[in-house]
């Protein structure tokens, strides 16, 4: 039995509420970790403003694309693409929390620019 069709209404709707959602929490996690590390990018800008205009849009982008992506191409069965479609955004979003969460290239005062309240298990 398929809940939402592949390419319907129902289809955007879930994309846009799980696919923002992640972006939104990825950018919310972004944000956190460069407080709690103090970092500083973008120079005289305050990081706000770089998580708004270059944060966001990617984020969005990626999740969005992605969850469609795999959402469509998983198979028949709803539940599996979903959760399919949810485990690729939790494997995106670390590898961009990796890439622009704790930025090597930017001092900070944590080691790494990793916050001490990440654990320890997940790579970064």
Known sequence: M?????????????TVVVGGGAAFGLIMLT???WKA???VIGGKLP????????????????????FTVVFRYAGKAFLFSLFAACVALAIADLALFSWQGTPAGSPGTCPGNVPPWWPKGLPT
Do not use: D, Q, Y
Not at 2 to 14: P, Q
Not at 49 to 66: E, K, S, W
């Open 2 to 14: 398929a809940f939402a069709a592949k390419g319907s209404k129902a289809e955007s709707f879930l």
């Open 31 to 33: 944000s956190r970790a």
């Open 37 to 39: 590390c103090h970092v």
């Open 47 to 66: 990081n706000g403003l770089t998580l708004l205009f270059l944060g966001v849009p990617i984020a969005l982008i990626v999740n969005l694309v992605l």
